[in-house]
């Protein structure tokens, strides 16, 4: 190489010639940074004092084992959200269902656990719960899915509506046929079908809701992690998400993957209630899911829709809904939904940018 | 004359890697000026440079002696330069005139289009440069050849003076072709300054008044068309001397493998793209389809390969050994032992996304061999790599690191027939335009392969738009015409006439339209 050209390339050395490696770590990196920025501004105009809160923050989350325990909890319905959306998107399918499917698997679970007969051993009553929590999710994405390559329905119309059927099948049979009268909860489950809290095993994180499923939600995402990029069925699956015409001429059967990428994503989603019904409530109530489907929907973009970022996202995002809840004496939970949301605009618009620079 | 574009030690980078270093070049006003050069040499990206879709990333471009630097195409356009892409962008549901003045409407918001008067010159603009077509017609009804015509006189309409042509003739009809040429030339008559980007050397030789040929990035050497010879070229874009024909020693022909009889193939709407198409391929021989696309070749490797879609109806036998194919899904036709490389590389072939790897992986993923527990054997995989990128001389940097949208056209062909050709126990061998897109040295490589798999005992199809390597390779040629055989050279006919090459394609030409 000529003297001259190497004097060349030093001086045009932008963005341009990093080398895709560090601008992948780069660009989640001034996404949150940016997140900060833009949320001090808002805490500011909201008239408090952006330090102090998010020291408080800080204080009362990652300060207290409480605190990490409320944060891990929360954190581990937020990955399973995020893998149920994370999965079909890998062949550009759109969950936007993960709520509905995380309700219909809360309340099957919430069923299983009260109907299961009192001497069953722990593991056995466990087992079926979480067994029919999956079945009820991954069936409930599934009709999405069918709709999809049978009919050519839009998943995302679908995964919509199907939301909206959850609840109201849920809403009704929880109002007019399980609920404890006068409360908005079904009986509490079998205590044999409780998943231990950390609390009872370890006697760490005090008192929090924290609870095994952690566990079993890490081993999930590490599955995922192994079936997408390193099986033979991730393999064919990634490729009919990426050229769905080349899949077809390699003998690949791609309505067979949606069907079965859905059903992933479902399954996963009614798993969440291993967390919610049988590690912590211990019954189905109604609103207990509070949107954190729609949550997951961030938390799989932020991760790239990959299953070991999600670990990452989701616990970022824990952070938030539990450190957005302590700080609510200061500053209204309402900012925080704003924050959340312009992170997720600008994690989408900085991996935009990101391609460009590429 | 003056000099219409000039480069001055101009380089262009991405990452670390140089795809143009220190180009010097002018091109003089009222000339036909070819680039050519194997692909990945870095033509696209020098004419992309000139037509403002790169910045250089140093030396200096001047246009009519104006020192330019463009930061988009609207600058080019606006400073005369404009570009025939090789894919064509033009809005099919738009009438020819809409389209020409797309962009450049000339009229305010809420007035009406003056396509009168737009009509009017385009009229003008066609007759001068013998560019037929109707300005009223919809784009989606135009042949190629027609809407390539579509996409110079918008150039005349935007009075581009210097109009660069990427690879104008690989969807072309030889009689098109001729057409096309004869177009360049009257441009060139009017002043006009032409950029011919290709890699086929006849119509270099044919058309252009200079050469430029690269290689590597780099301008290796700029010539007068009239003062070299193929050989030359040849030689200056591989740098070392390569054969043109493949030496293709006679075939010896075994048992029927593939039978096709009386097969009918109706699209959805009814229309008959095959018509009782009858032809047998023999074990140890390459059964060479020619045809001018359109003529019912896309729809028999549909039909060989389980890709008919809904709705279509096929009748008839298409049998392989006895086995019918008809019905047959892709994966289950390929474990009959049959191994396609389809017509559209970029789009059926290859995930772009995925490693070099990967896609020598990709569609033999389900062979045993290959596997371990629920995924793949990293070992085997790494050894099989190798051996396929050493005997099929792929270039890259990476296997497992690199994805294969880095790799250049030919060396990505290389990888799906490296995969195909490597299938174990295949017995029928569909090759549609293996080389389309692929430079010379790469089609030397492929050209050796194809006639090895031929001598170990494979039946061939080979469908290519080129003739020339219809009648380099093939035992038997059938030429095509609306859906069935309209005739058939035999083996010793083929032998034959392969000498007098010129004379044959005249032959063979005389049969596909």
Same mark, same amino acid.
């Given at each position: 190489m000529s003297l001259k050209k190497r004097s060349a390339s030093i001086s045009h050395e932008p963005l341009l010639t990093m080398n895709p490696k560090s601008l992948r770590l780069l660009i989640p990196m001034l996404s949150a940074v940016s997140a900060i920025a833009v949320s001090s501004l808002i805490i500011v105009m909201a008239g408090s004092d952006p330090i102090m809160i998010f020291q408080k923050m800080f204080r009362s989350t990652l300060g207290t084992p409480y605190g990490v325990g409320q944060v891990v909890f929360r954190m581990t319905t937020l990955v399973l959200m995020g893998l149920a959306v994370a999965i079909p998107f890998q062949i550009r399918l759109f969950n936007i269902g993960a709520e509905g499917q995380l309700l219909m698997g809360t309340f099957a679970a919430a069923m299983t656990g009260t109907m299961l007969?009192?001497?069953?051993p722990s593991p056995v009553s466990v087992s079926l719960c979480i067994f029919s929590a999956i079945a009820a999710g991954a069936g409930w994405a599934l009709l999405a899915g069918t709709l999809k390559v049978r009919f050519g329905v839009n998943e995302v119309i679908a995964t919509i509506m199907l939301n909206f059927i959850a609840q109201g099948i849920t809403g009704y049979l929880l109002t007019y046929h399980f609920a404890i009268p006068s409360t908005v909860h079904t009986p509490q489950i079998n205590t044999n079908a409780f998943i231990p809290s950390f609390d009872s095993v370890t006697g760490l994180v005090t008192n929090s809701p924290a609870n095994l499923s952690t566990l079993l939600t890490a081993g999930v995402a590490l599955l995922c992690w192994i079936l997408l990029f390193h099986s033979r069925f991730g393999f064919e699956m990634r490729a009919s998400g990426i050229q769905p015409e080349a899949a077809k001429y390699g003998g690949i059967n791609a309505g067979m993957h949606t069907l079965t990428a859905m059903g992933i994503g479902g399954a996963i989603a009614g798993l969440g209630a291993a967390n =919610?019904? =049988?590690?912590?409530?211990h019954y189905f109530e109604a609103g207990m899911t509070g949107g954190i489907g729609f949550t997951g929907i961030a938390v799989a973009l932020l991760a790239g829709a990959h299953p070991l970022w999600i670990l990452l996202s989701a616990l970022f995002f824990g952070f938030l809904e539990y450190g957005g809840l302590t700080v609510n004496a200061w500053i209204p939970k309402d900012i925080f939904m704003i924050i959340e949301a312009i992170t997720i605009i600008l994690v989408i618009s900085f991996s935009a940018l990101g391609k460009r620079w590429l | 004359m003056g000099v219409a574009v000039r480069l001055n030690d101009v380089s262009k980078k991405f990452g670390s890697f140089f795809a143009n270093s220190n180009i010097s070049l002018s091109v003089e006003e009222g000339t036909i000026h070819a680039l050519v050069g194997e692909?990945?040499?870095g033509k696209s990206t020098l004419t992309k440079i000139i037509y403002g879709m790169h910045l250089q990333t140093s030396g200096e471009m001047s246009i009519q002696g104006k020192p330019v630097r463009f930061s988009s195409p609207r600058e080019a356009i606006k400073a005369g330069i404009g570009m025939v892409h090789q894919h064509f962008m033009l809005v099919p549901e738009l009438s020819v005139a809409e389209n020409i003045i797309l962009g450049h409407e000339e009229t305010g918001l809420f007035r009406s289009l003056p396509l009168k008067k737009a009509k009017a010159l385009i009229k003008k603009d066609a007759e001068a440069y013998g560019l037929a077509v109707d300005p009223d017609a919809p784009v989606a009804n135009l042949s190629i050849g027609e809407q390539q015509r579509v996409e110079i006189l918008k150039l005349l309409f935007r009075q581009a003076a210097i109009m660069i042509f990427d690879e104008p003739t690989a969807v072309l009809t030889p009689s098109e072709t001729d057409r096309l040429f004869a177009t360049l030339r009257s441009l060139r008559a009017r002043g006009k300054t032409v950029i011919l980007i290709t890699h086929k050397l006849d119509e270099v030789l044919k058309v252009a008044d200079t050469i430029s040929v690269m290689r590597k990035g780099e301008i290796v050497g700029t010539v007068p068309a009239s003062s070299v010879t193929k050989q030359e070229l040849a030689h200056m874009m591989v740098g070392r001397s390569v054969l043109l024909r493949v030496i293709n020693p006679p075939a010896s022909p075994q048992k029927i493998i593939l039978h096709i009889h009386k097969l009918r193939y109706l699209t959805p709407t009814g229309e008959e793209k095959l018509h009782d198409l009858s032809l047998n391929i023999r074990a140890g021989e390459i059964y060479g389809i020619a045809g001018v696309e359109g003529n019912g070749q896309s729809e028999l490797l549909k039909a060989l390969w389980g890709l008919a879609p809904a709705g279509t109806s096929l009748s008839g036998e298409a049998t392989l050994k006895g086995t019918s194919l008809i019905g047959k899904s892709p994966a289950a036709i390929a474990h009959l032992g049959v191994s396609h490389t389809p017509e559209n590389r970029l789009r059926h072939a290859v995930i772009l996304d995925y490693s070099i790897s990967g896609n020598l992986l990709f569609g033999r993923h389900r062979e045993r061999s290959f596997h371990q527990g629920i995924g793949f054997n990293k070992r085997v995989i790494k050894a099989y790599t190798e051996t396929m990128i050493a005997d099929y001389d792929i270039r890259c940097t990476s296997p497992t690191r690199q994805p294969l949208s880095d790799l250049s056209g030919g060396n990505q062909q290389k990888v799906v027939l490296a995969r195909e050709l490597g299938r174990p126990r295949i017995s029928l061998l569909i090759l549609a335009q293996p080389t389309h897109g692929v430079d010379i040295g790469a089609i030397e490589t492929i050209h050796k392969k194809i006639i090895e798999a031929r001598d170990s005992g494979i039946a061939i199809l080979l469908v290519s738009s080129e003739l020339e390597e219809i009648i380099a390779l093939s035992t038997r040629i059938a030429c095509f015409y609306k859906g069935s055989v309209r005739h058939e050279f035999s083996q010793e006919e083929v032998e034959l006439k392969r000498v007098a090459e010129h004379e044959f394609e005249k032959e063979i030409g005389l049969y596909i339209t």
């Amino acid at each position: 190489m000529s003297l001259k050209k190497r004097s060349a390339s030093i001086s045009h050395e932008p963005l341009l010639t990093m080398n895709p490696k560090s601008l992948r770590l780069l660009i989640p990196m001034l996404s949150a940074v940016s997140a900060i920025a833009v949320s001090s501004l808002i805490i500011v105009m909201a008239g408090s004092d952006p330090i102090m809160i998010f020291q408080k923050m800080f204080r009362s989350t990652l300060g207290t084992p409480y605190g990490v325990g409320q944060v891990v909890f929360r954190m581990t319905t937020l990955v399973l959200m995020g893998l149920a959306v994370a999965i079909p998107f890998q062949i550009r399918l759109f969950n936007i269902g993960a709520e509905g499917q995380l309700l219909m698997g809360t309340f099957a679970a919430a069923m299983t656990g009260t109907m299961l007969p009192a001497a069953m051993p722990s593991p056995v009553s466990v087992s079926l719960c979480i067994f029919s929590a999956i079945a009820a999710g991954a069936g409930w994405a599934l009709l999405a899915g069918t709709l999809k390559v049978r009919f050519g329905v839009n998943e995302v119309i679908a995964t919509i509506m199907l939301n909206f059927i959850a609840q109201g099948i849920t809403g009704y049979l929880l109002t007019y046929h399980f609920a404890i009268p006068s409360t908005v909860h079904t009986p509490q489950i079998n205590t044999n079908a409780f998943i231990p809290s950390f609390d009872s095993v370890t006697g760490l994180v005090t008192n929090s809701p924290a609870n095994l499923s952690t566990l079993l939600t890490a081993g999930v995402a590490l599955l995922c992690w192994i079936l997408l990029f390193h099986s033979r069925f991730g393999f064919e699956m990634r490729a009919s998400g990426i050229q769905p015409e080349a899949a077809k001429y390699g003998g690949i059967n791609a309505g067979m993957h949606t069907l079965t990428a859905m059903g992933i994503g479902g399954a996963i989603a009614g798993l969440g209630a291993a967390n =919610l019904v =049988l590690g912590y409530k211990h019954y189905f109530e109604a609103g207990m899911t509070g949107g954190i489907g729609f949550t997951g929907i961030a938390v799989a973009l932020l991760a790239g829709a990959h299953p070991l970022w999600i670990l990452l996202s989701a616990l970022f995002f824990g952070f938030l809904e539990y450190g957005g809840l302590t700080v609510n004496a200061w500053i209204p939970k309402d900012i925080f939904m704003i924050i959340e949301a312009i992170t997720i605009i600008l994690v989408i618009s900085f991996s935009a940018l990101g391609k460009r620079w590429l | 004359m003056g000099v219409a574009v000039r480069l001055n030690d101009v380089s262009k980078k991405f990452g670390s890697f140089f795809a143009n270093s220190n180009i010097s070049l002018s091109v003089e006003e009222g000339t036909i000026h070819a680039l050519v050069g194997e692909n990945g040499a870095g033509k696209s990206t020098l004419t992309k440079i000139i037509y403002g879709m790169h910045l250089q990333t140093s030396g200096e471009m001047s246009i009519q002696g104006k020192p330019v630097r463009f930061s988009s195409p609207r600058e080019a356009i606006k400073a005369g330069i404009g570009m025939v892409h090789q894919h064509f962008m033009l809005v099919p549901e738009l009438s020819v005139a809409e389209n020409i003045i797309l962009g450049h409407e000339e009229t305010g918001l809420f007035r009406s289009l003056p396509l009168k008067k737009a009509k009017a010159l385009i009229k003008k603009d066609a007759e001068a440069y013998g560019l037929a077509v109707d300005p009223d017609a919809p784009v989606a009804n135009l042949s190629i050849g027609e809407q390539q015509r579509v996409e110079i006189l918008k150039l005349l309409f935007r009075q581009a003076a210097i109009m660069i042509f990427d690879e104008p003739t690989a969807v072309l009809t030889p009689s098109e072709t001729d057409r096309l040429f004869a177009t360049l030339r009257s441009l060139r008559a009017r002043g006009k300054t032409v950029i011919l980007i290709t890699h086929k050397l006849d119509e270099v030789l044919k058309v252009a008044d200079t050469i430029s040929v690269m290689r590597k990035g780099e301008i290796v050497g700029t010539v007068p068309a009239s003062s070299v010879t193929k050989q030359e070229l040849a030689h200056m874009m591989v740098g070392r001397s390569v054969l043109l024909r493949v030496i293709n020693p006679p075939a010896s022909p075994q048992k029927i493998i593939l039978h096709i009889h009386k097969l009918r193939y109706l699209t959805p709407t009814g229309e008959e793209k095959l018509h009782d198409l009858s032809l047998n391929i023999r074990a140890g021989e390459i059964y060479g389809i020619a045809g001018v696309e359109g003529n019912g070749q896309s729809e028999l490797l549909k039909a060989l390969w389980g890709l008919a879609p809904a709705g279509t109806s096929l009748s008839g036998e298409a049998t392989l050994k006895g086995t019918s194919l008809i019905g047959k899904s892709p994966a289950a036709i390929a474990h009959l032992g049959v191994s396609h490389t389809p017509e559209n590389r970029l789009r059926h072939a290859v995930i772009l996304d995925y490693s070099i790897s990967g896609n020598l992986l990709f569609g033999r993923h389900r062979e045993r061999s290959f596997h371990q527990g629920i995924g793949f054997n990293k070992r085997v995989i790494k050894a099989y790599t190798e051996t396929m990128i050493a005997d099929y001389d792929i270039r890259c940097t990476s296997p497992t690191r690199q994805p294969l949208s880095d790799l250049s056209g030919g060396n990505q062909q290389k990888v799906v027939l490296a995969r195909e050709l490597g299938r174990p126990r295949i017995s029928l061998l569909i090759l549609a335009q293996p080389t389309h897109g692929v430079d010379i040295g790469a089609i030397e490589t492929i050209h050796k392969k194809i006639i090895e798999a031929r001598d170990s005992g494979i039946a061939i199809l080979l469908v290519s738009s080129e003739l020339e390597e219809i009648i380099a390779l093939s035992t038997r040629i059938a030429c095509f015409y609306k859906g069935s055989v309209r005739h058939e050279f035999s083996q010793e006919e083929v032998e034959l006439k392969r000498v007098a090459e010129h004379e044959f394609e005249k032959e063979i030409g005389l049969y596909i339209t």
